[in-house]
């Protein structure tokens, strides 16, 4: 019954990330609703099975509790009370915002505690490898479909979106949701986890996301793969030298992984060029796909620049706690009087500015703090011994890297859908780490219900 729960709850967060990523990135009030009751079920199958079990065991990585912080402060920018004169006052902007910001980060941090400790052992990461890549090539597969038909969104079904690609309205959000995934397929190859006809096979499905992910014409998404694609030749060649000092003095194929990358990326290429390149050319110079005329290219003040500049106006008002967590679309009307914006802009188009405005120097830190602890990680986790633990860790280390690139140039992460991703690769990693290198860095909590005893065990 143990390892039916268990099951149970592996395949409700692989139908959380799959429907997430369908409901066009969980961005109308209904997607969110179910996004969020799914994670209070797989959280309630949880209770159920401690309750069978009569134990309860928590795996809490170190990844987490920077998320359990900034929960913490959107609940205190959400407190509200009335002034003298009867006027509801507040730390954030938007009130309303912060709390439904809050509640699906309330959801995130359950769902990445589920993945922490229910994605664990090497069958069932074997089994998350397999879905999340044969899944990215289906969508890649529906993107390319749907961008060939002529179609901008909504499965064929929905009405048009000018920027849409795949399920997702904004061409750069599926860019983004390739670049977590595309690193997978290439670190089995470098690590080779997998060999002969297979490493055709997962060469493939990597070729099918470039692709895709540059005829979305995303700037952003297309330096974010070449980028993702030399982490991955540098950090698979250091995994190579690690495992060589180790085990095999003698041995050679230290440049694996870069003849892995060269080969995908000229495939990636010989697509773009092959359905037509002319459009993507254009995209890169001039910034518009069907115009090759240099003297109208957009400016990147045009673009990005000038938001950015009321972003930075709004942080220097708001220095130590931001606007509130969503409150930014409701703030910005306010910093941006000078400059003459008045359409409505619901995001900073740079995660990292965003933060600063949404949660002050307090968020940056929280950010900084989950970064740096996230890639400590996955520096231990690189040196695994163990083929599939290693890839693990390079091909999701390179798709989190991917994307917080990417976050300089646009708010994938404000996505459920990609954040669910980003937070569950992230929490397999810290796991895969903790088998490599075992100070203290994560806690186990093991507790028989029945007699309310607490024991603590280091992982």
Not at 2 to 17: P, T
Not at 132 to 156: E, H, K, N
Not at 276 to 287: C, D, F, K, Q
Request: charged letters at 15%; a neutral charge; aromatic letters at 10%.
């Amino acid at each position: 019954m143990r390892g039916l729960a268990d099951n149970a709850i592996f395949i409700g967060l692989m139908l959380i990330v799959i429907f997430s990523a369908l409901a066009h990135g969980v961005v109308e009030p209904w997607s969110f609703f179910i996004f969020e009751l799914t994670a209070a079920l797989l959280v309630l199958m949880w209770v159920i099975k401690v309750a069978m079990d009569k134990k309860f065991t928590l795996v809490i990585p170190h990844t987490a509790w920077p998320l359990a912080a900034l929960i913490l402060v959107g609940l205190v920018q959400c407190v509200s009370w009335n002034d003298g004169a009867g006027i509801r006052q507040s730390l954030s902007f938007d009130v309303e915002a912060t709390r439904g910001t809050t509640l699906v980060l309330c959801s995130l941090l359950a769902l990445s505690l589920l993945a922490a400790n229910f994605l664990t052992g090497e069958g069932r990461l074997r089994a998350l490898l397999h879905i999340l890549i044969v899944f990215a090539v289906v969508m890649a597969v529906i993107g390319l479909a749907q961008r060939f038909s002529g179609s901008d969104g909504g499965y064929w079904l929905r009405p048009s979106v000018k920027t849409g690609f795949g399920p997702f309205i904004n061409r750069d959000h599926f860019a983004g949701y390739m670049e977590l995934f595309i690193g997978l397929p290439v670190a089995l190859i470098a690590t080779r986890c997998v060999g002969g006809e297979k490493t055709m096979v997962y060469g493939a499905a990597a070729m099918l996301m470039g692709v895709a992910a540059v005829f979305t014409l995303s700037r952003g998404g297309m330096i974010s793969i070449l980028a993702e694609m030399i982490f991955l030749a540098a950090m698979g060649y250091r995994h190579y030298q690690t495992r060589r000092a180790r085990d095999a003095p003698g041995s050679s194929g230290g440049a694996m992984s870069a003849v892995a990358v060269v080969i995908i990326l000229a495939a990636i290429v010989t697509g773009v060029v092959w359905m037509g390149a002319e459009p993507v050319i254009n995209r890169v110079a001039t910034g518009d796909p069907n115009s090759s005329d240099l003297s109208k290219a957009q400016t990147f003040y045009g673009m990005r620049g000038e938001i950015w500049e009321d972003t930075w106006t709004m942080i220097r008002h708001n220095p130590l706690i931001g606007v509130g967590l969503g409150a930014y679309e409701t703030a910005y009307p306010a910093y941006a009087l000078d400059s003459g914006m008045r359409g409505v802009v619901a995001e900073a188009h740079n995660d990292y500015l965003q933060v600063l405005a949404d949660a002050g120097v307090i968020g940056a830190g929280l950010a900084l703090w989950f970064v740096l602890t996230l890639f400590r990680a996955f520096a231990r986790g690189a040196r695994s011994p163990n083929p599939l633990m290693a890839a693990i860790a390079l091909g999701g280390g390179a798709g989190l890297f991917g994307l917080l690139l990417h976050s300089f140039f646009d708010f994938n992460l404000h996505l459920p859908s990609h954040a669910v991703v980003f937070l569950l690769l992230s929490m397999v990693i810290s796991n895969v780490g903790d088998t490599v290198e075992k100070p203290v860095s994560s806690k186990v909590l093991s507790t028989p219900v029945a007699s309310g005893v607490i024991r603590e065990v280091s992982s």
